[in-house]
């Protein structure tokens, strides 16, 4: 399926003329609402695979965190979109993680955390392929310091949407418990931000963040 977004993406809607006389307006409308389809499918299989983990449930979290923050930095519309959609795909890649990983309870070791992270590439990939690389360049900067994206010279408006997805992310991690991490109290959590406020993280949105929710 991947193979087949990745097709849809590289040559785009299908020339005049394929589909023995069909509108190739029409042709691509079928097409996206496939492409959507898939993605639903992919989210049941999510779900239906970990349950107990909630991560679509973390997922919906992420989304909500990140439109409360994007609000309060008067952020427009399209760029609001875009957030939303990195929210709500970028759990996609457990899917190819070993359940015995992502259900174990307790703290990860450092390798095992590193092996949960690199499902961010899977499901950038994802998004890719059916959505915009804007997403996709959310998603697989998910874990990467305000400081690290800055220095690779992420375009501005990019750099915010970054900063305001990782704010989020690391937001609901610490507030809402998983399985591998326990919730922070909100004196802990404001600390954990306002600490990295500038490295770690966008300083703006943590000040949005602290703001707002």
Do not use: C, K
Not at 195 to 204: I, V, Y
């Amino acid at each position: 399926m991947l193979d087949w977004m990745r097709h849809r993406q590289l040559h785009g809607p299908p020339p005049h003329g394929v589909g023995d006389g069909v509108d190739p307006a029409e042709l691509e409308g079928h097409l996206h609402g496939a492409r959507s389809r898939i993605l639903d499918a992919f989210e049941l299989a999510l779900q239906a695979r970990e349950p107990q983990l909630g991560l679509m449930d973390h997922a919906a979290r992420v989304a909500m965190v990140a439109g409360r923050i994007a609000a309060s930095m008067g952020i427009g519309d399209g760029d609001r979109y875009i957030l939303n959609t990195a929210a709500q795909l970028h759990e996609m890649g457990m899917l190819s993680l070993p359940a015995d990983l992502i259900e174990r309870r307790g703290t990860l070791s450092p390798q095992e955390l590193q092996w949960v992270r690199g499902q961010a590439r899977v499901s950038a990939d994802i998004a890719r392929a059916a959505y915009h690389p804007r997403i996709a360049l959310l998603i697989e900067n998910q874990y990467r310091d305000h400081t690290e994206l800055r220095r690779d010279g992420l375009a501005e408006r990019d750099l915010v949407l970054a900063g305001i997805f990782r704010v989020a992310d690391v937001f609901a991690t610490v507030t809402w418990p998983r399985p591998y991490q326990a919730a922070m109290s909100p004196p802990t959590r404001s600390h954990l931000l306002q600490s990295g406020a500038g490295t770690r993280f966008d300083p703006l949105a943590v000040h949005a963040a602290l703001s707002a929710l």
